[in-house]
Antibody, heavy 119, light 107 residues
């Protein structure tokens, strides 16, 4: 069971980025998925979640309108589109598998991809 | 705004001692609470879910209790590898919140 994130990097403020998370070792289409970020030296912040069939999606209020979670079950891949990047978006972004098809708790985590917003 | 408050912020103990970590919710979460362990440079690891269920592969020295607004993670006898940061997490109305973390350090 593995999750591998990609797509991070150094990005200028105001630009966009799409993160990807490729799953293996489990039936991806059966589980809800999440993105969680961690700013340098800070705690964990849940960002969005998406149910197994994409029927239910929610984002933390602070990123609504800029962040969009999506998934492609045919490719076993989760995405996070981030628009209008801000300095405060600098963080390690983890994707995580939910215990259920909806949203609850996260039992498998990727190693994370680092996003640095800087001019 | 839904808030999870963890205490203490830092806990200094020795190997072999018992650790008790607290998580208090600003509103009731029933039993929908989890605990995670995070070591430096690593992703978090799920320890406990639904307040008291151990995740797969978690040693039985880790236990969780509580319901409503007050929850506890207990480590019965600390091993050297248990020194890390611990987070609680709740889920409610399609929103997820983490506590600010408790750092468990070697005394």
């Amino acid at each position: 069971v593995q999750l591998v994130e990609s797509g991070g990097g150094v990005v200028q403020p105001g630009r966009s980025l799409r993160l990807s998370c490729t799953a293996s070792g489990f039936t991806f289409r059966s589980y809800g998925m999440h993105w969680v970020r961690q700013a340098p030296g800070k705690g964990l912040e849940w960002v969005p979640c998406i149910s197994s069939s994409s029927s239910y999606i929610n984002h933390v209020d602070s990123v609504k309108g800029r962040f969009t979670i999506s998934r492609d079950n045919s490719k076993d891949t989760l995405y996070l589109q981030i628009n209008n990047l801000r300095a405060e978006d600098t963080a390690v972004y983890y994707c995580a598998k939910d215990l259920t098809f909806r949203y609850s708790f996260m039992d498998v985590w990727g190693k994370g991809t680092t996003v640095t917003v800087s001019s | 705004e839904f808030v999870l408050t963890q205490s203490p912020a830092t806990l200094s103990l020795s190997p072999g001692e018992r650790a008790t970590l607290s998580c208090r919710a600003s509103q009731t979460v029933s039993f929908y609470l989890a605990w995670y362990q995070q070591k430096p440079g690593q992703a978090p690891r799920l320890l406990i879910y639904d307040a008291s269920n151990r995740a797969t592969g978690i040693p039985d020295r880790f236990s969780g209790s509580g319901s409503g607004t007050d929850f506890t993670l207990t480590i019965s006898s600390l091993e050297p590898e248990d020194f890390a940061v611990y987070y609680c997490q709740q889920r409610n109305n399609w929103l997820i919140t983490f506590g600010q973390g408790t750092r468990l350090e070697i005394k």
